[in-house]
């Protein structure tokens, strides 16, 4: 069965500091795989995507994510986070439905 | 370009009464998806329409919850007789038709939070 799992609930980063929030999956063939980001109070916004080609895909506000199918993971980096980058988030695997893992905060410290 | 819609944003009900949540996918999607968020834990997956058919249901409790996607109009997730257990935040996702080249890309509406008293 397919399952994501995000082994961080919480992650404090201070603002200027490089970024890594970890997902893992567990998927017989090459998912499809999404990183989403949720601010309090919000729907989901999709951060990047990854289908097939390049394994390290760009997203929007400065992310990337890197697809390592030896480890099946799809970390998510950020060279710089800003304050306004505390949100949770929210890495999910996608066949005919999507699942997602149960998320990580993100704090950041002034 | 609106996007996934949503409504109402907040709803608060008494138990034993019902709840309609409405979601009006973006533009040109045909494919709406509808997710639980419980507090403290990620998305769940509910159901999958599509216009007059229920795909995947799936995630659905088997009492109390109906989910449709009309012709006209848009989906609604309906609960019957509500419990304080059913307080979660409601969101709906809808995806393009399934030529498009991100067909698998659901975007995310608002969320509808529910609370029951």
């Known amino acids: 069965a397919q399952s994501v799992t995000q082994p961080d609930i919480h992650i404090t980063v201070s603002e200027g500091a490089s970024l890594e929030l970890r997902c893992n999956y567990s998927?017989?063939?090459?998912?499809?795989l999404f990183w989403y980001v949720q601010s309090p109070g919000q729907g989901l916004q999709l951060l990047l995507k990854?289908?097939?080609?390049?394994?390290l895909v760009q997203g929007i506000k400065g992310f990337e994510a890197e697809f390592k199918r030896s480890q099946s993971s799809f970390n998510l980096r950020k060279p710089s986070v800003h304050w306004s980058d505390a949100a949770e988030y929210f890495c999910?695997?996608?066949?005919?439905?999507?699942?997602f893992g149960k998320g990580t905060r993100l704090h950041i410290l002034p | 370009n609106a996007g996934v819609m949503q409504n109402p944003r907040h709803l608060v009900r008494r138990r034993g009464q019902e709840a309609r949540l409405r979601c009006s996918p973006m533009?040109?999607?045909?494919?709406v998806y509808w997710y639980r968020q419980l507090p403290e834990e990620g998305l769940k997956f509910m159901v999958y329409?599509?216009?007059?058919?229920?795909?995947?249901e799936s995630g659905m409790p088997k009492e109390r919850f109906s989910a449709e996607f009309p012709k006209e109009g848009p989906s609604i997730l309906r609960i019957q007789q509500v419990v304080r257990g059913d307080s979660a935040a409601y969101f709906c996702?809808?995806?393009?038709?399934?030529?498009?080249?991100?067909?698998?890309?659901?975007?995310f509406g608002p969320g509808t939070r529910l609370t029951v008293l």
């Open positions: 329409l599509q216009k007059e058919n229920i795909i995947d």
């Open positions: 999910a695997v996608s066949n005919d439905k999507i699942i």
């Open positions: 996702a809808s995806s393009p038709p399934i030529h498009r080249y991100d067909t698998d890309t659901q975007y």
């Open positions: 990854y289908f097939s080609g390049d394994t």
């Open positions: 998927y017989g063939a090459t998912p499809y």
């Open positions: 533009k040109g999607h045909s494919h």
